[in-house]
Each structure stands twice: as C-alpha cells, then as structure tokens.
C-alpha cells in the first residue's frame, strides 16, 4: 500500500515538474504600461479589444486632433489645387535645380503657382522670383521648410481626409437622432512581443455602434495595394470596415470590390452612402 501511495506522489509530482517546465517556456503576454493606458482607458474600452483580437495593442493614440487654423487652410489649399501644385512640391522637395518653368501654363496655372510661393515665402520656407521674360520661377529653399516635407507630401491630405469624414459623419448623425461616434485619430499599435517601435500606423478609426471604420490616405500614385488588401481582411469583418482614401478621381471603385477606395471629391457622399447601408433607418 505504502509503495502504491509512493508511486501515485511520484507521478503527480512528475506531473507537476512538467507543467512547471511548460509554463517557463510560455511566452509572457504581460502589457506594456503604454498600452495599459489604453486598456483601462475609459474612452477606448471598445477600441482596444477590437485591436487586441487581431493581436495588437494600442501604444498611442489623438482622441482630438488639434490643427491649427492656418494649417488646416493650406491643406485644403493644397488639396484643391493639388493636380497644379505637385509637380512644383516635387521638384521644391526632391529636385537639384531651384528653378520650375512654366513656359507652357497657363495664366490660370501660373497664378496658382505665384500664389503657393507667396504662401510659403510668408511661412519663410522659400524665397522666389519670377522671371517674366524666361517664364521660369526661381526659388530658395530655407531653413523653416526643414521638416515640413511629410506635410507637404501626404499629411495635409491627411487633415483634408479626416475634415471631411468628420463633417459626414456629423450630418449622418444629425438626421439620425441619437445616433453615436467617436473617432480616433494617428494610432499606433504594437504586435505582441515585438521589438519593434510600433508595427502599425492608422490616420483614423472611427468608433461606431455595432463596428468600426479604418481609414488609410493616400495622396500619391502608389495605392500600396498588397498593404491595403492585408488590413482590408485583418480588419473587414461584420460592420467593420477598412477603407482607403485616395486623390485620384479617376479610379473607379467598383472595380476594387471588395476593397473599399474613397477619393476626395466623393469621399462625403461615398461614406455617407456606407453609413447608410449599414446603418439604414428604421
């Protein structure tokens, strides 16, 4: 008896020593206190696990985008005209040479042009003159532009995006009383584990009754199609969606189905046409 009873305390003991080896071997899921934040955070208390169940934890986030004025005037200036001004930025960002010609523009075109450079003289992130007779603007790059080449490259569509998906979703919920939202703005997220800084950057999310919203922008040529068909199906299940906003009007949605593409000129109506499908009224 005494040795069956010393056989069975073996046998659980060697049970426990194997599960105590398993347990060394488990990762740690501790959270970072960054994300901790977040978890605990009232505002994202739907946020945060509808993250974390795609295997991401939120690090950093905007509840309230804060643009000043003034920027937020120059990105939708630079939004309207933007077919005008690209090349000009182009060059002003990336060229060698400090000239752009305009012998063949239009006065329209040039008017356009004359104007954006007094703008950013005034922001002394240029000086310039025009040579009437060479029909060639001359330009200096200055000290001041330093660090703005990702506004002036993306980010002021970014501003112009979210200007205009918060105006659709206030009219939305204004003709439908009660209906609630709350948007979330620059998040990162961080895979568990990773030794990364941040694995994934958002422009926006926006909360809603029974999903969630991602919107990506895209101001240039290049879509990155293969990284907007992957979020398209890490996030895209039930009411929630991931859409990506482009500049180029010439795109036709339909033929991207079922990914989601919104261009500027249409963004308010296309989003608004969403809402309603998915949120239609009684």
Same mark, same amino acid.
């Given at each position: 008896?005494r040795?069956i009873k010393q056989?069975f305390l073996d046998?659980l003991?060697?049970?426990?020593?194997?599960?105590k080896a398993?347990l060394?071997?488990t990762?740690?899921f501790?959270?970072?206190e960054?994300?901790?934040?977040f978890r605990?955070?009232r505002?994202t208390k739907?946020l945060?696990?509808?993250?974390?169940d795609?295997?991401y934890h939120?690090i950093s986030l905007?509840e309230?985008?804060s643009i000043?004025?003034?920027? &937020? /005037?120059?990105?939708?200036?630079?939004t309207? #005209?933007?077919k005008?001004? +690209?090349p000009?930025i !182009?060059v002003?960002?990336?060229?060698?040479?400090e000239t752009f010609p305009?012998?063949?523009? &239009? /006065?329209?075109t040039?008017?356009c042009?004359? #104007?954006?450079?007094?703008? +950013?003289s005034?922001? !002394?992130?240029?000086s310039y003159g025009y040579?009437k007779?060479?029909k060639i603007?001359?330009?200096k790059?200055?000290g001041d532009?330093?660090?703005?080449e990702?506004?002036?490259?993306g980010?002021?569509g970014?501003?112009?995006?979210?200007?205009?998906?918060?105006?659709?979703l206030q009219e939305?919920?204004?003709?439908?009383?009660?209906?609630?939202?709350?948007?979330?703005?620059d998040?990162?997220?961080?895979?568990l584990?990773?030794q990364k800084?941040n694995?994934?950057?958002?422009?926006l999310?926006?909360?809603?009754p029974?999903g969630?919203?991602?919107?990506?922008?895209?101001?240039?040529?290049?879509?990155?199609?293969d990284?907007?068909?992957?979020r398209?199906?890490?996030?895209?299940?039930g009411k929630n969606?991931?859409?990506?906003c482009?500049?180029?009007?010439?795109?036709n949605p339909?033929i991207f189905?079922?990914?989601?593409?919104?261009n500027?000129?249409?963004?308010?109506?296309?989003?608004?046409?969403l809402l309603?499908?998915?949120?239609?009224?009684?």
């Amino acid at each position: 008896m005494r040795l069956i009873k010393q056989q069975f305390l073996d046998y659980l003991s060697d049970i426990i020593d194997r599960e105590k080896a398993s347990l060394d071997n488990t990762p740690n899921f501790e959270i970072s206190e960054e994300a901790e934040k977040f978890r605990n955070s009232r505002s994202t208390k739907k946020l945060f696990p509808f993250f974390e169940d795609k295997g991401y934890h939120i690090i950093s986030l905007t509840e309230k985008q804060s643009i000043p004025r003034e920027r &937020s /005037q120059l990105a939708s200036l630079l939004t309207k #005209n933007r077919k005008i001004l +690209f090349p000009f930025i !182009k060059v002003l960002i990336h060229g060698k040479d400090e000239t752009f010609p305009v012998e063949n523009e &239009s /006065q329209e075109t040039l008017t356009c042009l004359l #104007n954006i450079c007094k703008n +950013f003289s005034d922001r !002394k992130w240029i000086s310039y003159g025009y040579n009437k007779k060479e029909k060639i603007i001359n330009f200096k790059r200055l000290g001041d532009l330093k660090g703005e080449e990702q506004f002036l490259t993306g980010i002021y569509g970014e501003y112009e995006t979210a200007k205009l998906i918060e105006q659709a979703l206030q009219e939305f919920a204004k003709e439908k009383n009660g209906f609630k939202y709350k948007i979330f703005h620059d998040i990162k997220l961080k895979k568990l584990h990773s030794q990364k800084q941040n694995d994934m950057q958002l422009d926006l999310a926006v909360q809603l009754p029974e999903g969630f919203y991602i919107f990506e922008t895209k101001m240039g040529k290049t879509l990155a199609i293969d990284k907007w068909v992957d979020r398209t199906r890490l996030f895209a299940s039930g009411k929630n969606r991931f859409i990506t906003c482009c500049a180029d009007e010439t795109l036709n949605p339909k033929i991207f189905q079922p990914f989601r593409l919104f261009n500027l000129e249409q963004l308010k109506t296309q989003l608004t046409d969403l809402l309603q499908k998915d949120y239609p009224s009684p």
